[in-house]
């Protein structure tokens, strides 16, 4: 965007370059286009894209290698930080982040995703928890919400029945490994701000050598939620932001602290 001829001109908003120039696939109103231009704008900010090799599976964010201007590896489904793990061991200077919804890591990726935190593993996750499996039909996912209804839980999830969610960064601080777990969301201008920050100090902790981080990143399917976009935006804050805290669970003694 610039200013008229003869006044100065300035650039005030622009592609990050570590995002690819291509328009994406997800559905009005979804956020996981928000978080991936605050990935790539971290990126871009610690110079990483050149370096970095991102890892995705199964569900919306398997496209993510069209998206992000970096060397991408396809998971198969829940495996992404296995095989994070292992390009990380193999080749330690590279940046190595995985990139899941909760289908994919509280699922099936669960084991995968306990192991690497338990060791410390040197890689960062983002994971985006829209409570729904909203590629493959809005089945019931671990982070469904007591009483939301999903196309596997039609009269809304029973916990007597399906068990209760799981709150993922509450069940990874227990651990000893990590160095960064966080929860966010990006429902408003202060809130992506507040997730754009938390994916900093979870790739700083990577940098820095200090072990798993996390950032879990509280998400709209309005597809599968069957709701408008702005209705959907306050559903999360009404409802899945009071069953899962937004809040910082752990962070690492000498971690970078926000500039």
């Known amino acids: ?22 328009r994406m696939h997800y559905c009005p109103g979804c956020t996981h286009g928000i978080v991936h231009r605050l990935v790539a704008e971290v990126m871009d900010e610690l110079d990483l894209a050149e370096r970095a090799v991102g890892i995705a599976s199964v569900g919306c964010a398997v496209f993510a290698y069209n998206y992000f201007a970096c060397d991408m590896v396809e998971a198969a489904h829940g495996r992404a930080p296995a095989v994070a793990v292992g390009v990380k061991r193999v080749r330690p200077d590279l940046f190595v982040f ?10 099936i990726g ?8 338990a060791r410390a593993d040197n890689i960062s996750i983002v994971f985006v928890n829209n409570a729904v499996f909203g590629m493959t039909g809005g089945q019931m996912a671990p982070t469904t919400l007591p009483g939301m209804k999903t196309s596997t839980t039609p009269y809304g999830r029973d916990p007597k029945a399906a068990g209760n969610p799981i709150r993922v960064c509450e069940l990874l601080s227990a651990l000893d490994g990590p160095a960064y777990l966080a929860r966010v969301s990006v429902t408003n201008p202060q809130r992506v701000r507040e997730a754009k920050r938390a994916i900093r100090k979870a790739f700083e902790a990577q940098l820095k050598g200090l072990g798993f981080s996390l950032v879990e990143v509280l998400s709209t399917c309005p597809t599968r939620w069957a709701m408008p976009p702005q209705k ?16 910082e669970f752990v962070v690492a003694e000498g971690l970078l602290e926000e500039k």
């Not at 008229?4 to 622009?14: M, Q």
């Not at 995985?98 to 699922?107: I, P």
């Open 232 to 247: 959907a935006l306050k559903w999360l804050d009404d409802n899945m932001a009071a069953y899962y805290p937004i809040k």
């Open 1 to 22: 965007m610039s200013m008229e001829e003869g006044t100065r001109t300035s650039v005030l908003f622009e592609r990050p370059r570590a995002l690819e120039p291509v």
């Open 98 to 107: 995985t990139y899941q919804g909760d289908g994919d890591l509280a699922a």
């Open 110 to 117: 669960i084991a995968e995703t306990i192991h690497a935190a």
